[in-house]
T-cell receptor
């Protein structure tokens, strides 16, 4: 079955430190991978995507993610965390076509302490 | 460019009542999605439209949920009758045939 896993319910990091939010996936074929962020009482905001090409993808607000096909991972990273980065982060995968169903992980709450 | 619009933003109803949500996608976006996001979970696709046709409604509880997109633009999602477990945020998204979807702010439904 196609799935996305975010193994950490919460990640805590001090402001200024690097952050990583983990995501692994299990799909047949070539996946399209996404990261979205959700602030309280807000919809999902797009951060970045991997479709094809360079495995290192740069996105909004200084975030980046690395597609690792052998490890079926797409971890989200940022070199220096900000308190304002505190939010709920979702990894998602689409497979089998550009408009096929998007499958979301369960989300990781990022808490950045000042 | 205007984003995806949804209304209402919040709705509180009693169980067994009916409720409807409205979504206006980004202009020109042929594909429209409705998701249900239960607290503590990731969004789950309920139904996907391509213009005014249904592409995927495999996870839509059809005994109580219905959705339509009659003119291929706006869409409504209805629940009748509502159950306690329907309490969730209902997200609408649209896309222009690309892999990326654009999400609206969502409607938070509370069923008492």
């Amino acid at each position: 079955a196609q799935s996305v896993a975010q193994p950490e319910d919460q990640v805590n990091v001090a402001e200024g430190n690097p952050l990583t939010v983990k995501c692994t996936y299990s799909v047949s074929g070539n996946p399209y991978l996404f990261w979205y962020v959700q602030y309280p009482n807000r919809g999902l905001q797009f951060l970045l995507k991997y479709i094809t090409g360079d495995n290192l993808v740069k996105g909004s607000y200084g975030f980046e993610a690395e597609f690792n096909k052998s490890q079926t991972s797409f971890h989200l990273k940022k070199p220096s965390a900000l308190v304002s980065d505190s939010a709920l982060y979702f990894c998602a995968v689409r497979y089998g076509g550009a408009t096929n169903k998007l499958i979301f992980g369960t989300g990781t709450l990022l808490a950045v302490q000042p | 460019e205007a984003g995806v619009a949804q209304s209402p933003r919040y709705k509180i109803i009693e169980k067994r009542q009916s409720v409807a949500f409205w979504c206006n996608p980004i202009s020109g976006h042929a594909t429209l999605y409705w998701y249900q996001q239960i607290l503590g979970q990731g969004p789950k696709l309920l139904i996907q439209f391509q213009n005014n046709g249904v592409v995927d409604d495999s996870q839509l509880p059809k005994d109580r949920f219905s959705a339509e997109r009659l003119k291929g633009v706006d869409s409504t999602l209805k629940i009748q009758p509502a159950k306690l477990e329907d309490s969730a945020v209902y997200l609408c998204a649209s896309s222009l045939g690309s892999p990326q979807e654009f999400f609206g702010p969502g409607t938070r439904l509370t069923v008492l």
